[in-house]
């Protein structure tokens, strides 16, 4: 087939269009010849070709032509169109190609948003950015061609996963990647103003925006997954401590840092290395969760491969990457020209201070969880797993004085607040809060010390957000409805984690049981037929009046069983009914759910992205 | 003797220290508290005494073994040279089927009977716990 060779050799021209860009931009630096007047067309061509091998993939699969390997081992002629084509990133080399696409694209679109950057900064910019972009190429095309060609050609596909036949799995790993990608831009562009000696307020403004676009797919991303694991594993949650959801919030976390410390920088000249740092560590977590998730350490439904060989690729490629970067680092550190005041304790840019510190903890305590359990199997051959208990401990309690300061520092001043004096108002806020956490909690005679205090910081940070987000007429809107959104959200998990009630049991048709106030009534079940799997539908009524009708699905291409949950979804709770098959048996397991604030979670995730988009249109009304 | 601003840096270094390493104990503690080991019925026979903290039990789910009623299903895990017998009232996943892997997690009872809280099924239909596969291939 054509395509097989189209695909393979724009990939192929494409790594020498980088190696001349790499080479042309190395050159100018030399030879103090600073002009790149002609390399955008050299950046489209590269960004073109990975374009052309991508859309031939898809074709690949649209068409189903097993004689390429990719689309043997994951599609399947029954399987309906959106998944042929979403199946093209659902595996391991398509997805590379995914991630080596948007790099060339993130390059391109650097190269013309960055003209008022110094060109010596832009050059070196590009010369890191060749060097990742060159690393992945050489991966793809060595270890993971995604055009391998079989012989014969095989009349069928293996098919996909039929967990992943999904419409928003369909979308979830290309907006995750814009997320990790775009990180490998700030990572390039802050050691090429480190180099460069360009640490400042300009630079701080101008990679502001690389910034928030990582942060908002990357949010965006999480959001998806979560949605997914939601709905179709059938657990009933939305977050499980997993590995490789740890992997995803990781880099979060550290651009959540990067992203208001940046804005320090931006605004005082200070904390420059440590933006630096910051930066440098936000990639390393990206490349570090693609090395996790790909080589197969880690088993979930990510795991595409267990080759070996393309985890010892990755982490040779990834080692090379921090030990140069942490070397320019320390050439230059002394370098960074800071603005040597102190902080006054009662500062705007102390209380990012001490919220980036606390951030940092965060990821700590997750980085550790993560990978402690691989170290020690690495070490001693012991096998173990951290669970959500351990997460917790760490997270919650320290959580209380993160959302205090969140709630009280975008209310102080730069730089100073005039005198010391507490201020009243907030104080007697805070105490109305505690009071009302308390009286929250007594209702539902859940009180205790820890959740109270949870419960108080969170309506602190919400009440204050919400006064800010009426009175502020505008001013800093995007800061303040990303806060509030992240009030919604801590509040509403709170809420749904200690008023959510289950039910599990085994039923039988026509079987009926009590669940505190309902009725769950199993009435009957039908099976029925769909081009790639048979489902069974169950029956089932709750109180005489919600119909659930939960169904199992048997796929046939490759054999596996999923579930399909039902959930009735309204402003006030979810109810979730999941039913499962137990060998050939009259009994169906059966998990009944009711979880408040469901989709809450959801849109206060959506408000803090849309806070963050804010920041870009109030730039353009400037 | 030192100026004000030293004293007060060694304050700041002080408490730096000491809440990091207040950090770091915490951290140790709770992982110390909050790990799950993994063991095959091989390794819970071989135990010198039983575990009464949370593990994790995998292998093979034996052919004809699992039994359901209203109440709770039970199953025997086997790695095809010792077994132990598992009950479970919960949800199960759909990839548990007899003949195919299992990670059951829970409280021993005794030696042969194994109480589980969560039946752990997050994989593909191909997947088979690697501590399994390790174990299968030293046969």
């Known amino acids: ?622 | 003797m030192y100026g004000k601003k030293v004293k007060l840096r060694i304050l700041f270094l002080v408490i730096l220290l000491s809440s990091i390493v207040l950090t770091i104990f915490l951290v140790l503690k709770s992982l110390e508290e909050n790990v799950i080991y993994f063991l095959s019925p091989t390794d819970v026979k071989n135990l010198n005494e039983i575990k009464y903290d949370k593990i994790r039990v995998g292998g093979m789910v034996k052919n004809n073994s699992v039994k359901i009623n209203s109440q709770k299903i039970t199953f025997i895990i086997t790695d095809f040279k010792n077994e132990i017998n598992v009950t479970y009232s919960g949800l199960v996943p759909n990839l548990f089927q007899e003949d195919k892997g299992v990670v059951a997690e829970g409280f021993l009872k005794d030696k042969n009977y194994f109480k589980a809280e969560k039946i752990l099924a997050k994989h593909d239909e191909n997947y088979m716990p690697p501590e399994i596969k390790e174990k299968l291939g030293e046969k």
């Open chain 1, 1 to 622: 087939m054509i395509l097989n060779y189209i695909g393979s050799y724009s990939l192929l021209f494409s790594l020498l269009i980088s190696a001349i860009i790499f080479l042309i931009s190395i050159f100018s630096i030399q030879n103090k010849k600073e002009s790149i007047r002609n390399l955008n067309k050299l950046f489209f061509f590269q960004f073109f070709l990975v374009l052309i091998s991508f859309l031939s993939l898809i074709i690949l699969f649209v068409i189903s032509e097993f004689s390429n390997t990719t689309v043997f081992n994951n599609s399947h002629t029954n399987k309906p169109l959106l998944y042929k084509i979403s199946g093209t990133w659902g595996n391991h080399e398509g997805s590379l190609i995914l991630w080596l696409m948007i790099l060339t694209f993130f390059v391109f679109i650097y190269f013309l948003k960055s003209n008022t950057r110094p060109i010596r900064e832009r050059l070196f910019t590009i010369v890191f950015q060749e060097i990742i972009i060159i690393g992945f190429s050489i991966f793809l095309l060595k270890t993971s061609n995604p055009f391998n060609q079989v012989i014969p050609t095989p009349d069928q596909g293996l098919g996909l996963n039929p967990i992943l036949q999904d419409p928003i799995l369909a979308i979830h790993p290309p907006v995750l990647y814009l997320g990790y990608v775009s990180t490998s831009l700030i990572f390039s562009s802050a050691l090429a103003s480190l180099i460069c000696l360009n640490v400042n307020r300009e630079w701080a403004s101008f990679i502001k925006n690389w910034i928030f676009v990582s942060w908002i797919f990357l949010t965006l991303g999480i959001l998806l997954g979560s949605i997914w694991a939601y709905y179709e594993l059938g657990w009933g949650g939305f977050w499980f401590w997993d590995p490789v959801e740890n992997i995803s919030l990781m880099p979060w976390l550290c651009l959540t840092a990067l992203l208001h410390c940046t804005l320090v920088l931006e605004k005082r000249s200070s904390l420059g290395s440590w933006t630096i740092i910051l930066s440098i560590v936000s990639f390393t977590l990206s490349v570090c969760g693609t090395f996790l998730v790909r080589s197969g350490i880690l088993n979930s439904v990510h795991t595409f491969a267990n080759d070996p060989d393309r985890g010892v690729y990755i982490l040779i490629f990834l080692f090379f990457l921090i030990f140069s970067s942490l070397i320019i680092y320390f050439l230059y550190q002394d370098k960074i020209i800071s603005n040597k005041d102190h902080f006054n304790f009662l500062s705007k840019e102390s209380s990012i201070l001490i919220n980036n510190w606390f951030v940092m903890y965060f990821l700590s305590v997750v980085l550790i969880g993560t990978i402690y359990p691989i170290f020690l199997e690495v070490l001693s051959n012991e096998k173990i797993s951290v669970g959500p208990p351990f997460f917790n401990k760490l997270i919650i309690p320290f959580l209380i004085p993160f959302l205090i300061f969140m709630a009280i520092g975008p209310n102080l001043k730069w730089i100073k607040a005039k005198k010391f004096k507490i201020p009243i108002r907030l104080s007697i806020l805070l105490f109305i809060n505690l009071v009302i956490a308390f009286l929250v909690l007594k209702i539902f005679d859940e009180v205790t010390l820890k959740l109270t205090l949870l419960l108080t910081a969170s309506f602190y940070l919400f009440f204050i957000t919400f006064k800010d987000l009426i009175k502020k007429e505008y001013k800093n809107i995007s800061q303040t409805i990303s806060h509030f959104g992240f009030s919604l959200l801590i509040l509403s998990i709170i809420l749904n984690s200690f008023l959510s009630k289950e039910i599990i049991t085994n039923l039988k048709v026509g079987d009926e049981i009590n669940f505190q106030e309902n009725i769950i009534k199993f009435k009957k079940i039908e099976s029925s037929f769909s081009s790639n799997y048979q489902s069974l539908i169950g029956y089932f009524e709750i109180n005489n009046k919600h119909l659930f009708t939960p169904e199992v699905r048997i796929y046939d291409q490759p054999e596996v069983i999923t579930s399909e949950a039902d959930i009735k979804t309204n402003l006030f709770k979810d109810r979730f009914l999941v039913i499962n098959l137990v060998k050939d048996n009259d009994y169906l397991n059966v998990r009944y759910q009711e979880k408040p604030l469901m989709i809450w979670i959801w849109l206060s995730t959506i408000l803090i992205t849309i806070g963050g988009s804010l920041s870009f249109i109030k730039k353009y009304e400037k």
